[in-house]
């Protein structure tokens, strides 16, 4: 299965100079739990909000005063996009990541594949293997 499938929804960015409270902002407004950072239009880190719980909030820090680059993961685990599912979800394990953004051959990023979203493209296949043995039962070809 190709990852251009999850490249349909807006990747949201953010500066690595913004304040924590203007990511948290974002986070809200795309409804979203991760961001990519960009440095002159190049991903340089993946913030989260488990990183600002953790890392901000859990640590007593303003978030008006911090800034995404203090608390981002630098470098994050990227994957091109015409690489396979299952580069995906070996690159996912060795890493021990749930969110990897997925590049272009120019290193731009152009969508975010999350644990969650192949947790949903694992049900829809269980769903649609069900549905064609239940057929396949009902008709009496099983």
Known sequence: MSLHKFCQRLVVT???ERSI????????????????VE?????????????????????????????VHEIMTADPVCISVDKSLHDLTSLMHSHHVRRVPIVDGFDEVIGIVTL????ALIGDEMSDIGG???EAFFMGTA
Do not use: F, H, W, Y
């Open 39 to 67: 440095d002159n239009g190049r991903i340089c880190g993946i913030l989260t909000d488990r990183d600002i719980a953790l890392k901000v909030t859990g640590k007593g820090k303003d978030p008006e005063q911090t800034k």
């Open 116 to 119: 969650d979203d192949l947790i």
């Open 21 to 36: 409270m203007e990511a948290c902002r974002l986070l809200e407004e795309n409804n979203v739990g991760c961001m990519v």
């Open 14 to 16: 953010v500066t690595q």
């Open 132 to 134: 064609t043995v239940s």
